[in-house]
């Protein structure tokens, strides 16, 4: 059952994937280019950054998960994140510019949490104070 409890473990899942996966990037920027045999990017610092946004997303998943009535703008700002990710990514592998082996790192790094975190915001909407700040 999604109550309370689940959406404050989720939260923390969500924060420790995404610190860990923002981690690795700015650490190993080249890291998913070599995975799926792809030229190195010339400029990692374009994957260092993302890295980095990614790390942010993990931080605000962590706020959520200490109150998930407070600062539930930061899960609104990873779902609109992830929701962008899925978009670039679609597109960029319609153009054939990312293989299509590759959607396994779209799936664990976007994919995976937009339902929840839309299932959050429905129970959310069902479990809130009125509150609007």
């Known amino acids: 059952m999604m109550n309370e409890r689940f959406f404050l473990s989720f939260f923390r899942v969500a924060a420790i994937y995404n610190i860990a996966a923002g981690t690795l990037t700015v650490l190993y920027p080249q890291l998913f280019f070599h995975l799926f045999g792809l030229p190195n990017i010339n400029h990692s610092f374009v994957m260092r950054g993302l890295g980095m946004f990614v790390g942010v997303y993990g931080y605000g998943f962590y706020l959520v998960?200490?109150?998930?009535?407070?600062?539930?703008?930061?899960?609104?700002?990873?779902?609109?994140?992830?929701?962008?990710?899925?978009?670039?990514?679609?597109?960029?592998?319609?153009?054939?510019?990312?293989?299509?082996?590759?959607?396994?790192?779209?799936?664990?790094?976007?994919?995976?949490?937009?339902?929840?975190?839309?299932?959050?915001?429905?129970?959310?909407?069902?479990?809130?104070?009125?509150?609007?700040?």
Not at 72 to 92: D, Q
Not at 96 to 105: D, F, H, L, R, Y
């Open 65 to 133: 998960s200490t109150d998930l009535r407070l600062y539930r703008h930061f899960a609104l700002m990873g779902l609109i994140g992830k929701s962008f990710g899925v978009m670039g990514w679609s597109y960029y592998t319609i153009l054939g510019e990312i293989p299509i082996a590759a959607v396994w790192t779209n799936v664990f790094n976007d994919i995976l949490w937009i339902p929840f975190i839309l299932l959050y915001f429905r129970w959310l909407g069902k479990n809130s104070s009125g509150a609007s700040n």
